[in-house]
């Protein structure tokens, strides 16, 4: 995920020197995600397979993807994303603080973080803020020229960019007032929203100077704060939204209403890609209470009508027949599709393996070794779960624009897209980008898994502002999937028990390559790979690989990408690998770091915090007891994590998380340790229940009935520790997660001898 | 015409008898601080209280309510125990997405209400909604701060 960071340069106008200089201009975004379930897209297209230009292609027709972007927003090529203040700052008489974030809102604090960095600058306390998630437009592309919120890279791709914007804005109401005061700016200083003059005791507050203030050019040299003297970053300050999410008063997509709006609900195909071809009883449907309309979309059927429980009600009425799907196959989601087949394809797959990461020589290491293991692993397909089902609002307005309320991470790929389905120019649709009840990766585009397109075909076709909502069932079949993934290992270990060579081959695909497969020509997906690859261990030889075998289903970002599957099976491994040479799994970690201060410190931090480094088992209370242990370097921040288990009629119970966690530096220590508090209870959820199966091509799961998450009866203590290195600074939203489930399984190990290689735990009886 | 009592006002809604209470209040009333999840009472985003009862409000039909006392997140505040919890949630920074706390928080309500200082089992067997952002830890430490 961290390679669209490191993205290679696109040539632009306003390319420039300073690293956060739009590199790609923020229309551009359309140009990265492939977008289908637009409905002229081939069938292979709809599936999401098609080479991302050929996609492209059927999404934007007339010329090169990027070339239409550009042009479509000739007059935007000129904008520096961050550099215009009152993109971002809108200040009242009332002095009250409006920022614009580039950033949405679904839990991760972005918003508080966001308000204490431009507050800190701006000299305006936070809790005087107001966020809002911005509209599209090219000022918000601030990250690397891109505008998402997503990979862990809001804070630290945007806080100097953030802070700027804040003391540039500072700097322009100095101005201003000097002006009105007639003094010069130097005699001048600020007081949380107002600029005093000391010397005469006359103050103009913020809301007076902004019309006047904001008007000014900025000037691109302004002085930051010392970090030495910040008030607000660093500070554990309160979330600003937690009152109104404690009350009832945030307010959701799900929440919004429009005068005269439909509520629709849909049904969709049992077999994904396949077509309705008839339904039966649709004159009985409309004729149901309250019922508009009955609706043919790709894919499924709707119901409008006048409250969404009536149209729920009828579009499950409704008999639907639908197109055969493939009897059989890999490359659609066939007829006899199942998890099963496709874990098998993995694991026979044949194909040359394409070199993600090499160092000495692996084979003959491995051909001289005193001792060669080998091991499988493992993960299934997962849902994102989170607690708010998909919705879309469209409406049609009478001054030819669409408007639109839809849960997203990429406002202006959404734009776009919705653009070319309601067959207007992006400047004409307005989109409104609501707070998210979760998202953990759902709200990316993943074509027939969102909802806002079905919106804009049903305000259409009823001539009404529609909103969609999926049932949590329709969900299910919906949501596109953290990818079933496997890997085998090889590791060759020396007489002294220490490994010196470690081989991996992992086969499947990631979803970096699979929607932003239009500017990744890189044949290795790293989201397939993170976590095996850029370890922090010495060990000299290595030799690991990437197969990729596409699935035929809907695949997706989901929180921590490759490394909340691919750290679960090396670090496991690599305990195997301890086990083997006699080695203990922390002492040989610490061996093989003994470069690497960093990770040597977060070792032994979360040594301490756990009360010192024991593996067991042990009893406590009369149960016995054992501990793992495991690192990630997920996102470019650092974790170890311990965790401390038992087994209770042949399910692990999880009683204590320790995780030390260094992102570099941080904003906010208070947000940061939630974070980590909450990726660690989702990647537990993981470890020990979540699995999402096909069989006969249809989902097997259908609600939380039939996919059981993560309750409170198995929530552990969680004992986190933040250290700030003062590396550059790293993600913080997704990075505990990946941790957990080795130390989980490595726990396992130690506490019964019986190493798990599949998850989720609860698929096995595990015996003490 | 079904007439039920919600915060103290009685409201009369035009709704066919099967609607689940949910429905009524987030559609017909507006009252969108009680939450969809699931629709099959196994998360408790609907959470409300029934005659003081902790209630999954997805799987009530309004034909049911008849005359009940119906309270929802949208007047919690009004009643001294919730608005002690709402402290309690906004002091411990309980949320996080959010989304699911308007449920938990009138479970947590229903619980003092009923215990008002409830033992650990006690929380363990009341507080049953899901929460995807695993926010557990903090809601507990929230009731027995709002328990005193």
């Known amino acids: ?768 | 015409m079904t007439t039920i009592h919600v915060n103290g006002r009685a409201y009369q809604v035009a709704v066919d008898a099967d609607t689940p209470l949910l429905w009524v209040l987030r559609d017909t009333l507006g009252l969108t601080g009680t939450k969809y999840g699931c629709g099959i009472a196994q998360c408790g985003a609907c959470t409300v209280m029934i005659d003081g009862t902790a209630t999954r409000s997805c799987q009530v039909p309004v034909e049911s309510v008849g005359s009940a006392d119906i309270r929802t997140i949208d007047a919690i505040e009004e009643d001294p125990v919730g608005r002690r919890v709402v402290d309690a949630w906004v002091a411990a920074q309980v949320p996080q997405c959010g989304y699911c706390q308007s449920g938990q928080v009138m479970a947590a309500t229903a619980l003092l209400k009923q215990t008002p200082k409830p033992t650990d089992t006690d929380i363990a067997d009341a507080m049953t909604n899901l929460c995807r952002c695993g926010t557990y830890n903090r809601i507990a430490a929230a009731i027995r701060q709002a328990a005193g």
């Not at chain 1, 632009?12 to 140009?31: E, M, V």
């Not at chain 1, 195997?576 to 003994?594: H, S, V, W």
């Open chain 1, 1 to 768: 995920m961290d390679r669209l960071l490191t993205l290679p340069p696109v040539p632009s106008p306003a390319d420039g020197t300073h690293p956060l200089q739009p590199r790609i201009d923020a229309r551009a975004a359309a140009a990265l995600m492939t977008a289908d379930g637009v409905s002229n897209l081939s069938r292979r297209g709809f599936l999401g397979f098609g080479a991302g230009a050929l996609v492209l292609g059927a999404l934007l027709p007339a010329m090169p993807a990027r070339a239409q972007a550009a042009s479509a927003t000739a007059s935007a090529a000129a904008v520096k994303p961050g550099s215009r203040v009152p993109a971002f700052l809108v200040i009242g008489r009332d002095n009250g603080v409006t920022l614009l974030s580039p950033f949405v809102e679904g839990g991760q604090g972005i918003s508080t973080g966001m308000a204490q960095i431009v507050g800190e600058e701006l000299d305006v306390d936070p809790r005087r803020f107001t966020v809002e998630c911005a509209p599209p437009g090219p000022d918000y592309a601030v990250i690397n020229g891109l505008r998402m919120t997503g990979g862990s890279f809001s804070t630290r791709s945007s806080y100097p960019l953030m802070r700027r914007l804040g003391a540039t804005a500072r700097d322009m109401m100095i101005r201003a007032a000097a002006a009105t005061m007639a003094v010069e700016p130097q005699s001048l200083s600020t007081e949380d929203g107002f600029v005093v003059h000391a010397a005469s005791g006359r103050r103009l507050s913020y809301g007076e100077l902004a019309p006047a203030a904001l008007a000014l050019p900025p000037r691109d040299d302004v002085a930051l704060r010392d970090p030495a003297v910040f008030r607000y970053i660093r500070q554990p300050m309160a979330r600003l939204d937690v009152r109104a999410k404690s009350t009832g008063k945030a307010v959701y997509a799900i929440d919004q209403k429009l005068d005269g709006m439909l509520y629709a609900a849909v049904q969709h195909a049992p077999n994904q890609g396949t077509e309705p071809t008839a339904i039966a009883n649709k004159a009985e449907a409309a004729a149901m209470p309250g019922v508009h309309s009955v609706h043919t979309l790709p894919g499924a059927v709707a119901v409008a009508a006048d409250s969404w429980w009536r149209a729920r009600k009828a579009v499950e009425a409704l008999s639907v027949s639908w197109s055969a799907p493939a009897a059989t196959g890999l490359d659609t989601v066939a007829a006899d599709y199942a998890s099963d087949g496709l874990l098998a394809a993995l694991k026979a797959s044949t194909e040359a393996g394409i070199p993600a990461e090499t160092a000495g020589d692996a084979a003959t290491a491995v051909a001289g070794a005193a001792k060669v293991i080998e091991a499988e692993y493992q993960a299934p397909y997962l849902a994102h779960g989170q607690l708010e089902p998909p919705s879309s609002m469209a409406r049609f307005n009478p001054d030819g624009t669409l408007e639109l309320w839809a849960p997203n991470q990429m406002p202006e790929l959404f734009q776009s897209v919705a653009a070319q389905a309601a067959g207007l120019s992006p400047d004409k649709v307005i989109l409104h980008s609501p707070m998210l009840g979760g998202f953990f990766g759902r709200h990316f585009l993943y074509g027939s898994s969102n909802p806002f397109l079905q919106a804009i075909q049903l305000a259409k076709a009823t001539g009404r502002p529609v909103k969609v909502l999926w049932s949590r069932e329709e969900e299910f079949r919906m949501d596109a999937l953290r990818p079933l993934s496997y890997t085998r290992f090889r590791a060759a270990i020396g007489a002294d028990g220490r490994p010196t060579a470690i081989q991996a081959r992992t086969v499947g695909e990631g979803p970096l390559g699979r929607w932003f497969g239009a500017v990744f020509k890189d044949p290795v997906d790293s989201s397939a790979v993170e976590g095996i690859t850029e370890k922090p261990y010495a060990i000299p030889n290595r030799a690991m690989e990437y197969v990729k075998v596409p699935h035929p289903v809907t695949i997706a970002f989901w929180r921590s990408v490759g490394h909340s599957m691919n750290d679960f099976f090396y670090e496991g491994f690599l305990d195997e690998i301890a086990d083997a040479g006699g080695q203990d799994p922390y002492a040989l970690r610490m061996e093989l770091l003994k470069d690497k201060p960093r990770h040597r410190k977060l070792l032994e931090t979360v040594a301490t915090m756990s009360g010192g480094w024991k593996r067991g088992p042990y009893e406590v209370d009369g149960t016995r007891r054992a501990r793992g242990i495991s690192m990630a370097s997920p996102f470019g921040s650092e974790t170890a994590t311990i965790a401390e288990v038992s087994v209770r009629n042949g399910e692990t119970q999880v009683h204590t998380v320790w995780v030390a966690f260094d992102p570099g530096s941080i904003v906010n220590p208070a947000i940061v340790r939630s974070q980590v508090e909450s990726a660690v209870a989702l990647g537990l959820s993981a470890t020990l229940f979540e699995e999402l199966v096909y069989k006969d091509g249809v989902r097997q799961s259908h609600n939380f009935d039939d996919y059981p998450i993560l309750s409170r009866s198995s929530m552990p203590t969680v004992h986190v520790e933040i250290v700030e290195s003062g590396a550059p600074m790293g993600g913080v939203g997704e990075p505990g997660l990946p941790g957990v489930p080795p130390a989980v399984v490595n726990a396992v190990a130690a506490l019964t001898g019986r190493r798990i290689r599949s998850l989720p735990l609860a698929k096995t009886r595990i015996e003490v």
